[in-house]
């Protein structure tokens, strides 16, 4: 059974850093993509980076330069360093794995991956 958990959210200063976690669980496949999701209320699930098991990311151009995403295969760990961050970044922030990812797949759309976490919620004042 596949569980990710999020951690790492919180409220911060614009100009403030977070970095979320992912902890997976039962998620042991070679091939994979996983992405970072983010919602504000009233508002669409939005793809926000994305990581692929050849280590190939992708992020959204509201936050490229300033968020990274990263893995620890080892701690079967996903990350995203949050730098710069802007009253515009607040959403509650969502974890997600597919197996069997190919370049075909569209890694920053929510429809493309099977296994969700229940969100970790970030905050961000002016």
């Known amino acids: 059974q596949v569980q990710l958990v999020e951690s790492g959210g919180g409220s911060v200063q614009a100009g403030g850093s977070l970095t979320l976690s992912c902890a997976a669980s039962g998620f042991t496949y070679s091939n994979y993509c996983m992405g970072w999701f983010r919602q504000a209320p009233g508002k669409g699930r939005e793809g926000v980076a994305a990581?692929?098991?050849?280590?190939?990311?992708t992020y959204a151009d509201s936050v490229k330069g300033r968020f990274t995403i990263s893995q620890d295969n080892a701690k079967n760990t996903l990350y995203l360093q949050m730098n710069s961050l802007k009253p515009e970044d607040t959403a509650m922030y969502y974890c997600?794995?597919?197996?069997?990812?190919?370049?075909?797949?569209?890694?920053?759309?929510?429809?493309?991956?099977?296994?969700w976490g229940s969100g970790t919620q970030v905050s961000v004042s002016a």
């Open positions: 990581i692929d098991s050849d280590g190939k990311t």
């Open positions: 997600a794995a597919q197996p069997f990812c190919v370049d075909s797949m569209d890694v920053r759309n929510a429809r493309t991956y099977k296994y």
